[in-house]
Nanobody, 116 residues
Framework: QVQLVESGGGLVQPGGSLRLSCAAS????????MGWYRQAPGKQREWVAA???????NYAGSVKGRFTLARDNAKSTVYLQMNSLKPDDTAVYYC??????????WGQGTQVTVSS
């Protein structure tokens, strides 16, 4: 079983920044593709960003240029740096691990609220 533990969410004013962290259990983290998704009230869950085992990143158009995804394989942790935050970024953010098996894994979610 892979356990994902998220941290770093909170309340921030528009234009501010937050860094989310997702720590994964297990010793195979370095081969996983890691991703972030988010879900706002009344909306479907949407994909935000992903990073492959070789460090290649992809971003949703709504966050491109503002969010940066990175991974530290020594710590089995992925980071989502969120800058220039907007009220529309308010959502529960979920960490995701694609293990390339029949199972994939989700974190419990962390709340990000962007409000003045």
């Amino acid at each position: 079983q892979v356990q994902l533990v998220e941290s770093g969410g909170g309340l921030v004013q528009p234009g501010g920044s937050l860094r989310l962290s997702c720590a994964a259990s297990g010793k195979l983290f370095s081969i996983y593709t890691m991703g972030w998704y988010r879900q706002a009230p009344g909306k479907q869950r949407e994909w935000v960003a992903a990073i492959t085992n070789d460090g290649t990143t992809n971003y949703a158009g709504s966050v491109k240029g503002r969010f940066t995804l990175a991974r530290d394989n020594a710590k089995s942790t992925v980071y989502l740096q969120m800058n220039s935050l907007k009220p529309d970024d308010t959502a529960v953010y979920y960490c995701h691990a694609d293990t390339y098996t029949t199972s994939d894994y989700w974190g419990q979610g962390t709340q990000v609220t962007v409000s003045s």
